[in-house]
């Protein structure tokens, strides 16, 4: 897995406020970057979504896609996904997920409509299929680096003589 060359990319944009959407920011990534391995379209070589999320500092009063933009010399495709401050702030874990999950889900889809109305070719049955083995695993919390952040973790802590 190299987060440098992950077909589908998840930047943030965020007033820093926002501890709780850390962690599963970048288990959402880590595991794109591993399950989701293209090309899905021969014209695109990367899907950048990039979520904007709200804050005391700056709000994003917006949610699903916005300012869907796509370069062709350089082949990506680029969206605007909303996190607004009342998704996170006072959210449970796991409904942060879902609304993570969700809004990857509504971006891809996003990009996925204008590239057919563009009449790019795009396989959008591999895409979701690959994004759905994602979301699965981001859900069900079984991501692989969950599971090494907890045997780190355990590393750290002093082991009980028995």
């Known amino acids: 897995m190299d987060l440098n060359s992950a077909t589908i990319t998840l930047g943030v944009q965020t007033s820093r406020e926002d501890d709780q959407t850390d962690k599963p920011v970048l288990e959402i990534r880590r595991l794109l970057a591993t399950h989701c391995q293209g090309p ?36 990506y495709i680029t969206v605007d996904l909303g996190f607004p401050s009342n998704r996170w702030k006072g959210a449970t874990e796991s409904s942060i997920r879902e609304y993570l999950a969700e809004a990857v889900e509504t971006g891809l889809l996003c990009c996925i409509k204008r590239l057919e109305t563009d009449k790019s070719p795009v396989d959008s049955a591999r895409l979701m299929g690959d994004f759905a083995k994602v979301k699965q695993l981001f859900l ?23």
């Open 140 to 162: 069900a919390r079984d991501a692989p680096n969950q599971q090494d952040y907890r045997a780190s973790e355990s590393h750290d802590r002093p082991r009980k003589r028995q």
């Open 40 to 75: 899905y379209s021969p014209e695109i070589r990367e899907f950048a979504l990039i979520l904007r999320i709200g804050g005391d500092m700056q709000e994003f009063n917006f949610e699903g896609c916005e300012r869907i933009r796509r370069n062709r010399k350089q082949k």
